[in-house]
């Protein structure tokens, strides 16, 4: 009401200035203004005033002015003597001092143990630097945005110890480069308050010793038995295992009940036994060739996974170490999918519960592009995991490469993870307080902020690369320092001794435990918990020893076909979409309705729906996968309407029931290595949702070819890991040139073995709809690779009728569909895989060919041999086959179906090719070339066979 009334009145709103001037006015005299306002006036000044005096109000002009005049003249100016000015600006440079240090406090850190370089040259860590001199040291400076002290107060002398000992000791931190006020005044707190040094008790100590016993022992140990036998050695780096043992304890105290942990070879055996308590007989039996080999592959030791439950106070904290290829880092986005599986199965939004843990080599760390592409996924809402806790492994070397001027183009090998602004403590490995100080800072770091830290262990590599080199031929001043270095054990130890800490006998003493129970095959300690299963673990055991022929029901009823149709189609009443898309909703209701036949992207929806709606969840992500590349999907509907950059979307797969599961699309940073790592990592402990990764173009796959050959391929055979993946590549000629055609089937197919992926082109949109739904509800659990379409999406006879979808199943042959063909006059029949079945479909009707059959293989591998049998039986006078594909000779699969083919033939029978010519390039970038090529294969496929043809 007050608000209406200010508007509308002539005494407020626009009449303001106006009655100001004329009050104004009336306080210097009365008698300028009319006599109406005069009036008005008398009777206010009779109102008492707002705090109960009777002043009479002045005029403001006036005062404001006399104000105005008085600053120009500086009236106002504190008067300051030369000697305050003086002080003030001593603790301006105090200030800038301090914030040097921040800054640049480690690259005067005590960490490297060779202690092979001398301290760089830093003007700006010098006190003179800033124009403070000795006669400032004992003048007392403001320290109040410091932690040193409770006090306001500090002497220059005691705040520049205090900076010293806090960032140029054995750990040297990084956070000034972060941006969130908060985090770096966390940061500042936890070193400043207690000077970067730890307060352990003597049992912590005790602990930590045993730890570094257990570490040197055990590859002491190794070392003498197993002489020159490969172990990638972890002397030299023995605070590791002392950090690891800190993360799971203390994770533990702090809510963490699963660590998924991801390292190359180096120190693997080491955190096997000391950390996972995998049993030393069993190493040891590894090393003597005794372990039972029950795999078609297997691995070398040193790549092998290892999972266990052991006590901490907390309670019981599941470990999980991930099965590693020789790639060094691409285990990141691996572990990283798999913790994130895990958390969406506890419902652990912030990732609280379940902790990835990363360990670095230092070469690779620097090196490797998927560190980066991991790392760039860290915050994004798709890959989130909370925060990796990083520890690199530095050895200060490669493999022969130690000279930084070869071996990164940045001061550290951490500085990668700037670009996330992830804090990093580099530490001393011969400091093991300071490592274990280290690992429960960044722990603490990442409970608090969710998100990534790292551990820089500054350290040495004893031995060369692995136990059969020799390290000094490429590094003799190095190594001759580390043949002087008694041992971080050693060192430790004798520090305990000479503080009281310990006797003098315990050391050795401890050395001497460990060595017996090496010989007897058993620990020193063990933390394991033997009995305990966490109502969270997944069995796997149902999906295994499966076949890919087991049957599966994949139909769907039509009254449940109608009412998820309709689920997806409706949106709510005050969501606008785009026209286009929503044309595509409308034509998707009239499908689920019968009326028009099912297209590919109401394939897929019906797929996923009826797969949410039964209680699969499903994850489907990949660059651009919301919308689709080719605008199929539209999984993800924005509102036109929309006022806000974050809000306005809608998702008609996450509202197709009541008690639905998720349905989670993703659109994927730029990346294809580490997302497909990702997706891995995530179907690797997930066998209940079904789990897709989609190329932007199925060529871009290669960009993750060693996801693909390392775990997709080749996991279960060398680790016995099932995994249900799914890839959907994008593949098919249709002129757009080198990169935009070729998913390149023909390195699936080469992987092809031992019964360890399927690989299928499906043609029309029942055959994605039955193989989606197949893949999870067959109990089978095999990653699945699909070349989908692209040309083949808006093909109206690629579309299906819906009593496809409510009856049937996926076809991995499909037979000649004309009717009027008859068997008794074929006398060749075509066989082919993918879009290339139309255009052979179109060239038959238009030579009106009577006497060739053209069949679909659907699934490639594993080949079905008895319904490609079946088909080429209904012909009696077939004399010859042909395998025709869009892809040139040396690409595709014929090369790989060539054989199966032969093998289903009978005597007599001749076999040929008919497609692209052998070419370097997976496919021409002229268009008019793309279309001579096309004509030429088909014209082919029908010809008389030349060039090699293969008699039975």
């Given at each position: 009401m007050?608000?209406?009334?200010?508007?509308?009145?002539?005494?407020?709103?626009g009449n303001?200035?106006y009655?100001?001037?004329?009050y104004e006015?009336y306080l210097?005299n009365p008698?300028?203004?009319?006599?109406?306002?005069r009036?008005y006036f008398?009777?206010l000044s009779?109102?008492?005033a707002?705090?109960?005096?009777?002043?009479?109000?002045?005029a403001?002009?006036?005062v404001v002015?006399?104000?105005?005049?008085?600053?120009k003249a500086?009236?106002?100016?504190?008067?300051?003597?030369?000697a305050d000015?003086a002080?003030?600006r001593?603790?301006?440079?105090?200030q800038?001092l301090?914030?040097?240090?921040?800054?640049?406090g480690s690259?005067?850190?005590?960490?490297?143990?060779?202690?092979?370089?001398?301290?760089p040259?830093?003007?700006e860590l010098?006190?003179a630097?800033?124009?403070?001199?000795?006669s400032?040291?004992?003048?007392?400076?403001?320290?109040t945005?410091?932690?040193f002290?409770k006090?306001?107060?500090m002497?220059?002398?005691?705040?520049l110890?205090?900076?010293?000992?806090?960032?140029?000791?054995?750990?040297?931190?990084?956070f000034?480069?972060?941006?969130?006020p908060?985090?770096k005044?966390?940061w500042?707190e936890k070193l400043e308050?207690?000077?970067a040094?730890?307060?352990f008790?003597?049992?912590k100590?005790?602990n930590i010793?045993?730890?570094?016993?257990?570490?040197e022992?055990l590859?002491r140990f190794l070392?003498?038995?197993y002489?020159?036998?490969?172990?990638?050695?972890l002397e030299g780096?023995?605070?590791f295992?002392?950090?690891?043992?800190?993360?799971?304890?203390?994770?533990?105290e702090?809510?963490?009940?699963?660590?998924?942990?991801?390292m190359a070879?180096?120190g693997?055996l080491?955190?096997?036994v000391?950390?996972?308590?995998k049993?030393p007989?069993?190493?040891?039996?590894?090393?003597?060739?005794t372990?039972?080999e029950?795999?078609?592959?297997g691995d070398?030791?040193?790549?092998?996974?290892?999972?266990s439950?052991v006590s901490t106070?907390?309670g019981?904290v599941?470990l999980?170490?991930s099965?590693n290829p020789?790639?060094?880092?691409?285990?990141?986005?691996?572990?990283?999918?798999s913790?994130k599986?895990?958390?969406?199965?506890?419902g652990?939004v912030?990732?609280?519960?379940v902790?990835?843990?990363q360990?670095h080599g230092?070469a690779?760390?620097?090196?490797?592009g998927v560190?980066?592409?991991?790392l760039?996924?860290?915050q994004?809402?798709?890959?989130?995991?909370?925060?990796?806790?990083?520890v690199v492994?530095?050895?200060?070397?490669?493999?022969?490469?130690s000279d930084?001027r070869?071996?990164?183009?940045?001061?550290?090998c951490?500085?990668?993870?700037k670009?996330?602004?992830a804090?990093v403590?580099h530490?001393n490995?011969?400091?093991?307080e300071?490592?274990v100080?280290?690992t429960?800072l960044a722990?603490?770091?990442?409970?608090?902020f969710?998100?990534d830290?790292?551990?820089?262990?500054?350290c040495f590599?004893k031995?060369?690369?692995?136990?059969q080199?020799t390290?000094s031929?490429?590094?003799p001043?190095m190594?001759?320092?580390i043949?002087?270095?008694?041992?971080?054990?050693?060192?430790y130890?004798?520090?305990?001794?000479?503080?009281?800490?310990?006797a003098?006998?315990?050391?050795d003493?401890?050395?001497k435990?460990?060595?017996?129970?090496?010989?007897?095959?058993?620990?020193?300690?063990?933390?394991?918990?033997?009995n305990?299963?966490?109502?969270y673990a997944?069995?796997?055991?149902?999906y295994l020893?499966k076949?890919?022929?087991d049957?599966a029901?994949?139909?769907?009823?039509?009254?449940e076909?109608r009412?998820l149709a309709e689920r997806?189609?409706?949106?709510?009443?005050?969501?606008?979409p785009h026209?286009?898309?929503?044309?595509?909703i409308?034509?998707?209701a009239?499908?689920?309705?019968g009326?028009?036949?099912?297209?590919?992207?109401?394939g897929?929806?019906?797929?996923?729906a009826?797969?949410?709606?039964?209680?699969?969840?499903?994850r489907l992500?990949?660059?651009?996968?919301g919308?689709g590349?080719?605008t199929?999907?539209?999984?993800?509907l924005?509102?036109?309407n929309?006022?806000?950059?974050?809000t306005?979307?809608?998702i008609?797969l996450q509202?197709?029931?009541?008690n639905?599961?998720?349905?989670v699309?993703?659109?994927?940073i730029?990346?294809?290595?580490?997302?497909?790592?990702?997706?891995?990592?995530?179907?690797?402990a997930d066998?209940?949702?079904?789990?897709i990764?989609e190329?932007q173009?199925g060529?871009?796959a290669?960009?993750?070819q060693?996801v693909?050959?390392q775990f997709i391929?080749s996991?279960?055979?060398?680790w016995?890991?099932a995994?249900g993946?799914?890839l959907?590549l994008?593949?098919?000629?249709?002129?757009?040139?080198?990169?935009?055609?070729s998913?390149r089937l023909?390195?699936?197919?080469?992987?092809?073995?031992?019964n360890n992926?399927?690989i299928?082109q499906?043609?029309?949109?029942s055959?994605?709809?039955?193989?989606?739904?197949?893949?999870?509800?067959?109990?089978f659990r095999?990653?699945l690779?699909?070349?989908?379409p692209k040309?083949?999406?808006?093909?109206?006879?690629a579309?299906s009728?819906?009593?496809?979808?409510?009856?049937?199943?996926?076809?991995?042959?499909?037979?000649?569909?004309?009717?009027?063909l008859?068997?008794?006059n074929?006398?060749r029949?075509?066989?082919?895989?993918?879009k290339v079945?139309?255009?052979?479909v179109k060239?038959?009707?238009?030579?009106k060919?009577?006497?060739t059959?053209?069949?679909?293989v659907?699934q490639l591998?594993?080949f079905p041999?008895?319904?490609?049998?079946?088909?080429?039986?209904?012909?009696?006078?077939?004399t010859d086959l042909?395998?025709?594909?869009?892809?040139?000779?040396?690409?595709g699969?014929?090369f790989?179906?060539?054989?199966y083919?032969?093998?289903?033939?009978?005597?007599?029978?001749k076999l040929?090719?008919?497609?692209?010519p052998?070419?370097?390039s997976?496919?021409?970038g002229y268009?008019?070339l793309h279309?001579?090529q096309?004509?030429?294969?088909?014209d082919?496929?029908?010809?008389?066979?030349?060039?090699f043809?293969?008699?039975?």
């Amino acid at each position: 009401m007050m608000q209406q009334f200010r508007s509308n009145s002539y005494l407020f709103g626009g009449n303001a200035p106006y009655v100001e001037e004329l009050y104004e006015a009336y306080l210097d005299n009365p008698g300028s203004v009319p006599d109406n306002w005069r009036s008005y006036f008398d009777a206010l000044s009779n109102v008492p005033a707002t705090d109960g005096s009777d002043h009479r109000d002045v005029a403001h002009a006036p005062v404001v002015e006399s104000f105005a005049q008085r600053a120009k003249a500086n009236a106002f100016m504190v008067k300051t003597s030369s000697a305050d000015l003086a002080v003030a600006r001593k603790q301006v440079h105090v200030q800038s001092l301090i914030a040097a240090y921040r800054f640049l406090g480690s690259r005067w850190a005590d960490l490297d143990p060779l202690k092979r370089q001398e301290r760089p040259k830093l003007p700006e860590l010098e006190p003179a630097f800033y124009d403070l001199t000795e006669s400032d040291m004992d003048i007392t400076f403001s320290a109040t945005n410091t932690y040193f002290t409770k006090a306001d107060q500090m002497s220059l002398r005691d705040i520049l110890q205090a900076l010293r000992e806090t960032y140029c000791s054995s750990i040297g931190t990084e956070f000034m480069h972060i941006t969130e006020p908060t985090e770096k005044r966390w940061w500042q707190e936890k070193l400043e308050s207690i000077r970067a040094k730890p307060s352990f008790s003597v049992e912590k100590k005790k602990n930590i010793l045993e730890r570094l016993t257990a570490s040197e022992g055990l590859e002491r140990f190794l070392h003498t038995k197993y002489v020159g036998q490969k172990r990638f050695s972890l002397e030299g780096s023995e605070s590791f295992i002392a950090c690891m043992d800190e993360l799971i304890q203390r994770g533990g105290e702090k809510g963490v009940q699963e660590i998924i942990i991801g390292m190359a070879h180096r120190g693997r055996l080491n955190v096997l036994v000391n950390t996972l308590g995998k049993q030393p007989s069993e190493l040891f039996s590894e090393f003597d060739h005794t372990a039972p080999e029950n795999l078609p592959s297997g691995d070398v030791k040193y790549h092998q996974g290892f999972s266990s439950d052991v006590s901490t106070d907390g309670g019981p904290v599941h470990l999980s170490l991930s099965f590693n290829p020789s790639h060094l880092e691409i285990v990141n986005p691996v572990i990283e999918g798999s913790v994130k599986a895990r958390q969406d199965r506890r419902g652990d939004v912030d990732g609280d519960q379940v902790l990835p843990v990363q360990v670095h080599g230092d070469a690779a760390f620097a090196g490797q592009g998927v560190v980066m592409e991991t790392l760039a996924l860290a915050q994004t809402r798709g890959y989130y995991t909370g925060g990796t806790v990083h520890v690199v492994i530095n050895n200060q070397i490669g493999f022969t490469t130690s000279d930084p001027r070869d071996s990164r183009s940045t001061l550290y090998c951490t500085d990668v993870v700037k670009m996330i602004e992830a804090p990093v403590l580099h530490v001393n490995g011969d400091d093991a307080e300071a490592v274990v100080l280290c690992t429960q800072l960044a722990l603490d770091y990442r409970q608090e902020f969710n998100k990534d830290v790292v551990v820089d262990i500054v350290c040495f590599r004893k031995l060369g690369h692995n136990e059969q080199d020799t390290p000094s031929m490429t590094q003799p001043l190095m190594y001759k320092k580390i043949a002087q270095h008694p041992g971080t054990r050693r060192v430790y130890g004798d520090k305990l001794v000479a503080q009281g800490t310990i006797a003098a006998e315990v050391p050795d003493q401890m050395v001497k435990d460990y060595r017996a129970a090496m010989e007897a095959g058993k620990h020193t300690v063990d933390p394991v918990l033997t009995n305990f299963k966490s109502k969270y673990a997944v069995d796997w055991t149902p999906y295994l020893n499966k076949k890919w022929t087991d049957a599966a029901d994949t139909a769907l009823p039509l009254a449940e076909f109608r009412r998820l149709a309709e689920r997806i189609t409706t949106i709510p009443a005050d969501f606008k979409p785009h026209p286009l898309v929503q044309k595509v909703i409308d034509d998707r209701a009239a499908m689920g309705r019968g009326e028009n036949n099912v297209d590919w992207g109401m394939g897929e929806h019906m797929a996923f729906a009826s797969l949410v709606a039964s209680g699969y969840p499903v994850r489907l992500s990949g660059e651009d996968c919301g919308r689709g590349t080719f605008t199929h999907r539209h999984s993800v509907l924005h509102d036109q309407n929309r006022e806000k950059w974050d809000t306005g979307t809608y998702i008609p797969l996450q509202h197709v029931a009541d008690n639905q599961a998720p349905y989670v699309v993703i659109d994927s940073i730029l990346s294809e290595e580490a997302v497909l790592g990702f997706e891995y990592g995530y179907a690797s402990a997930d066998p209940n949702t079904l789990v897709i990764w989609e190329a932007q173009f199925g060529d871009f796959a290669n960009g993750a070819q060693v996801v693909i050959d390392q775990f997709i391929a080749s996991g279960e055979v060398k680790w016995g890991r099932a995994n249900g993946l799914t890839l959907m590549l994008p593949h098919g000629y249709e002129g757009q040139g080198p990169e935009h055609s070729s998913a390149r089937l023909e390195r699936f197919m080469q992987l092809a073995a031992d019964n360890n992926m399927q690989i299928c082109q499906p043609t029309s949109a029942s055959q994605i709809f039955h193989l989606l739904r197949r893949q999870m509800v067959r109990m089978f659990r095999k990653p699945l690779v699909i070349m989908t379409p692209k040309s083949l999406l808006r093909m109206k006879d690629a579309a299906s009728p819906l009593t496809e979808f409510t009856r049937g199943e996926f076809r991995t042959v499909i037979p000649d569909t004309d009717a009027t063909l008859d068997n008794a006059n074929v006398k060749r029949l075509i066989a082919c895989s993918g879009k290339v079945y139309y255009d052979l479909v179109k060239r038959r009707a238009e030579k009106k060919n009577l006497d060739t059959a053209i069949i679909r293989v659907e699934q490639l591998y594993p080949f079905p041999h008895k319904a490609f049998a079946t088909e080429l039986k209904k012909y009696p006078n077939l004399t010859d086959l042909v395998w025709c594909q869009d892809e040139p000779q040396n690409q595709g699969s014929w090369f790989f179906v060539q054989h199966y083919i032969h093998e289903n033939m009978t005597e007599g029978q001749k076999l040929g090719y008919a497609g692209r010519p052998a070419s370097a390039s997976p496919a021409v970038g002229y268009a008019h070339l793309h279309q001579e090529q096309l004509k030429a294969l088909l014209d082919q496929a029908f010809a008389k066979l030349k060039g090699f043809v293969l008699t039975k």
